[in-house]
Protein backbone atom coordinates (compact mmCIF):
# COMPACT_ATOMS: atom_id res chain seq x y z
CA UNK A 1 0.00 0.00 0.00
CA UNK A 2 3.13 2.14 0.91
CA UNK A 3 4.74 1.70 -2.55
CA UNK A 4 1.28 2.46 -4.29
CA UNK A 5 0.67 5.74 -2.42
CA UNK A 6 4.39 6.81 -3.30
CA UNK A 7 4.11 5.89 -6.51
CA UNK A 8 1.33 7.88 -6.78
CA UNK A 9 2.95 10.83 -5.58
CA UNK A 10 5.97 10.56 -7.14
CA UNK A 11 4.23 10.38 -10.62
CA UNK A 12 2.11 13.47 -9.40
CA UNK A 13 4.93 15.58 -8.90
CA UNK A 14 6.67 14.55 -12.51
CA UNK A 15 3.42 15.31 -14.47
CA UNK A 16 3.89 18.84 -12.49
CA UNK A 17 7.09 19.53 -13.40
CA UNK A 18 6.67 18.23 -16.70
CA UNK A 19 3.72 20.75 -17.33
CA UNK A 20 5.09 23.88 -16.49
CA UNK A 21 8.27 23.35 -17.63
CA UNK A 22 7.52 23.16 -21.32
CA UNK A 23 4.94 24.10 -23.62
CA UNK A 24 5.43 22.72 -27.19
CA UNK A 25 3.26 23.12 -29.93
CA UNK A 26 1.69 26.30 -30.84
CA UNK A 27 -1.79 28.18 -28.43
CA UNK A 28 -3.94 26.43 -30.64
CA UNK A 29 -4.58 24.07 -33.92
CA UNK A 30 -5.44 27.25 -35.75
CA UNK A 31 -4.16 31.18 -35.10
CA UNK A 32 -6.38 33.74 -35.49
CA UNK A 33 -3.60 36.19 -36.13
CA UNK A 34 -1.43 33.94 -39.37
CA UNK A 35 0.72 30.95 -39.65
CA UNK A 36 3.73 30.13 -39.72
CA UNK A 37 5.41 31.11 -42.50
CA UNK A 38 8.55 29.44 -44.82
CA UNK A 39 11.77 30.74 -45.51
CA UNK A 40 11.13 31.01 -49.16
CA UNK A 41 8.11 33.44 -48.26
CA UNK A 42 9.68 35.98 -46.22
CA UNK A 43 9.02 39.37 -47.71
CA UNK A 44 11.23 41.58 -44.93
CA UNK A 45 13.46 40.98 -41.56
CA UNK A 46 13.22 42.40 -38.32
CA UNK A 47 16.23 41.65 -36.01
CA UNK A 48 14.97 42.39 -32.35
CA UNK A 49 16.94 42.90 -29.42
CA UNK A 50 15.33 41.69 -25.82
CA UNK A 51 16.92 43.81 -23.12
CA UNK A 52 17.08 43.64 -19.40
CA UNK A 53 15.65 47.24 -19.19
CA UNK A 54 12.80 45.01 -20.41
CA UNK A 55 12.63 46.62 -23.56
CA UNK A 56 12.22 45.10 -26.97
CA UNK A 57 14.97 47.27 -29.26
CA UNK A 58 13.46 47.06 -33.10
CA UNK A 59 12.46 49.48 -35.74
CA UNK A 60 9.29 47.89 -37.41
CA UNK A 61 6.46 50.97 -38.35
CA UNK A 62 3.42 48.64 -39.40
CA UNK A 63 2.87 44.96 -40.48
CA UNK A 64 0.67 44.64 -43.53
CA UNK A 65 -1.59 41.74 -44.22
CA UNK A 66 -0.19 39.38 -46.63
CA UNK A 67 3.95 39.67 -45.51
CA UNK A 68 5.67 37.18 -43.99
CA UNK A 69 8.13 38.71 -41.57
CA UNK A 70 11.65 36.78 -40.69
CA UNK A 71 12.02 37.92 -36.59
CA UNK A 72 15.90 37.13 -35.99
CA UNK A 73 15.71 37.87 -32.01
CA UNK A 74 18.80 37.71 -30.18
CA UNK A 75 18.49 38.29 -26.31
CA UNK A 76 21.17 40.89 -24.90
CA UNK A 77 20.97 40.77 -21.18
CA UNK A 78 21.75 38.27 -18.61
CA UNK A 79 18.08 37.04 -18.03
CA UNK A 80 16.30 34.20 -19.70
CA UNK A 81 13.20 36.62 -22.20
CA UNK A 82 10.71 35.05 -24.53
CA UNK A 83 9.48 36.81 -27.62
CA UNK A 84 6.15 35.88 -28.37
CA UNK A 85 3.80 37.57 -30.82
CA UNK A 86 0.10 37.24 -31.40
CA UNK A 87 -3.09 39.32 -31.78
CA UNK A 88 -4.50 40.99 -28.45
CA UNK A 89 -6.62 38.40 -27.41
CA UNK A 90 -4.08 35.83 -27.83
CA UNK A 91 -1.59 37.70 -26.05
CA UNK A 92 -3.99 38.13 -23.26
CA UNK A 93 -4.98 34.26 -23.14
CA UNK A 94 -1.00 33.26 -22.81
CA UNK A 95 -0.31 35.81 -19.89
CA UNK A 96 -3.19 33.82 -18.30
CA UNK A 97 -1.50 30.59 -19.14
CA UNK A 98 2.00 32.03 -18.46
CA UNK A 99 1.47 33.11 -14.84
CA UNK A 100 -0.02 29.84 -14.04
CA UNK A 101 2.63 28.50 -15.11
CA UNK A 102 5.96 30.37 -14.42
CA UNK A 103 9.02 29.91 -15.82
CA UNK A 104 8.00 27.41 -18.74
CA UNK A 105 10.08 27.71 -21.86
CA UNK A 106 8.66 27.31 -25.68
CA UNK A 107 9.60 24.43 -28.10
CA UNK A 108 8.52 23.50 -31.33
CA UNK A 109 5.74 26.51 -30.82
CA UNK A 110 5.91 28.65 -34.16
CA UNK A 111 4.77 32.06 -32.42
CA UNK A 112 6.99 32.08 -29.59
CA UNK A 113 10.72 31.63 -28.49
CA UNK A 114 12.63 31.41 -24.91
CA UNK A 115 16.13 33.14 -25.33
CA UNK A 116 18.68 32.33 -23.18
CA UNK A 117 20.97 34.75 -22.56
CA UNK A 118 23.19 35.62 -25.97
CA UNK A 119 21.08 33.71 -27.35
CA UNK A 120 19.69 34.31 -31.43
CA UNK A 121 16.42 32.18 -33.00
CA UNK A 122 13.77 33.10 -34.84
CA UNK A 123 10.45 33.02 -36.07
CA UNK A 124 8.91 33.22 -39.98
CA UNK A 125 5.28 34.50 -39.22
CA UNK A 126 2.96 34.77 -42.42
CA UNK A 127 0.63 37.55 -41.68
CA UNK A 128 -2.57 36.26 -43.83
CA UNK A 129 -5.54 36.87 -41.61
CA UNK A 130 -6.99 40.09 -40.72
CA UNK A 131 -5.96 41.08 -37.29
CA UNK A 132 -8.46 43.54 -35.31
CA UNK A 133 -6.11 46.03 -33.66
CA UNK A 134 -2.62 45.32 -33.43
CA UNK A 135 0.17 42.90 -33.49
CA UNK A 136 1.61 42.62 -29.92
CA UNK A 137 4.89 40.82 -29.08
CA UNK A 138 5.19 40.26 -25.62
CA UNK A 139 8.01 38.87 -22.78
CA UNK A 140 5.71 36.94 -20.38
CA UNK A 141 8.49 34.98 -19.32
CA UNK A 142 8.93 36.07 -15.23
CA UNK A 143 5.82 38.43 -15.66
CA UNK A 144 8.36 40.96 -17.93
CA UNK A 145 5.23 41.69 -19.67
CA UNK A 146 4.34 43.56 -16.25
CA UNK A 147 7.73 45.80 -16.80
CA UNK A 148 6.84 47.11 -19.71
CA UNK A 149 8.30 44.07 -21.92
CA UNK A 150 5.57 44.34 -24.90
CA UNK A 151 5.19 46.59 -28.28
CA UNK A 152 2.31 46.91 -30.02
CA UNK A 153 2.60 47.35 -34.11
CA UNK A 154 0.20 48.63 -36.36
CA UNK A 155 -1.90 46.23 -38.54
CA UNK A 156 -2.57 47.37 -41.91
CA UNK A 157 -5.48 45.06 -43.46
CA UNK A 158 -5.52 44.92 -47.18
CA UNK A 159 -7.99 46.66 -48.82
CA UNK A 160 -10.61 44.79 -50.83
CA UNK A 161 -11.27 45.52 -54.38
Known amino acids: MKRAIASLVLLGASTAVTAAGVHSGGHGSAYSFGEPGKPHEVTRTIEVKATDEMRFVFDLPAIKQGETIRFVVTNTGRLTHEFSLGDEATQRA ?37 INGKVVFACFHDNHHRAGMTARVDFEKAIEN
Open 94 to 130: HARMMEKMSGMQHEDDPSAVTLAPGETKEIIWKFNKP
